[in-house]
């Protein structure tokens, strides 16, 4: 009987020695496992707590992009001036438009190539910046101008154009603003009292720059080459 008791306390002896020792190998193990997955747990809480530079890091813009600030996209020229234009200014002036700008106008020496936009009728006017020739457009005192205006004092102003490598910097603005285009109007062509023109009707940049330099729709359309146009108009002071 002692024999049986000592073997039971012996079995004891040893269950209980294999579940302390299996108990400190699961201690261990799951200390090791807790302390292994732990960083693994942790890392969807950062894309859950901060979505943001997980999902849009990839869109980021590039940090040395320039803002258009930085390239004076938006910045007024330091001078613009209209003068008539001069063989001179054919080399500066043969550029091309693009895009729906195409679809609207036409390039400088296109209309330039045109006998029939030649004085006395027409005159053409070249858009200096700094005293380079960036821009054209034509003064049209011929007939054509009746089909827009009933005033036969008026002027028609026909494509106008800047070289887009010089767009987006006001020079446009500054050549209809009215200490640049009404002066020289008005020297060149002393009886005239209205501008007018057609602007397609798809043109919406083209219709904005118009109204912010204060020419008003007329209400009137007319149906050109290339589409509806709106009239528009100002009156020269």
Do not use: W
């Amino acid at each position: 009987q002692k024999s049986g008791q000592g073997d039971e306390a012996a079995d004891s002896t040893d269950s209980t020695a294999r579940q302390r020792r299996t108990g400190l190998k699961l201690i261990h193990y799951k200390t090791a496992f807790t302390v292994f997955r732990l960083p693994l747990l942790q890392q969807p809480q950062v894309g859950y707590l901060y979505p943001t530079p997980c999902f849009q890091t990839a869109s980021k813009q590039p940090e040395n992009k320039p803002s258009a600030r930085q390239t004076g996209k938006h910045a007024m020229p330091q001078t613009v001036t209209l003068v008539l234009y001069d063989p001179a200014h054919a080399a500066d002036l043969d550029y091309r438009l693009h895009g729906e700008q195409a679809q609207y106008s036409v390039s400088p020496q296109e209309r330039l190539q045109n006998g029939r936009f030649a004085a006395p009728d027409c005159l053409a006017v070249t858009i200096l910046c700094q005293n380079r020739p960036i821009g054209f457009f034509i003064l049209d005192k011929g007939s054509d101008r009746l089909t827009y205006s009933t005033n036969p004092r008026a002027v028609l102003l026909r494509s106008m154009s800047v070289n887009p490598a010089y767009q987006g910097q006001g020079c446009a603005r500054a050549a209809l603003a009215d200490d640049k285009l009404a002066p020289l109007i008005r020297s060149i062509l002393p009886d005239c009292d209205e501008i007018v023109f057609g602007v397609h009707h798809a043109n919406r940049a083209a219709i904005g720059l118009y109204q912010s330099c204060g020419f008003a729709d007329t209400g009137r359309t007319f149906m050109g080459t290339k589409g509806l146009q709106y009239i528009y108009s100002k009156t020269i002071r």
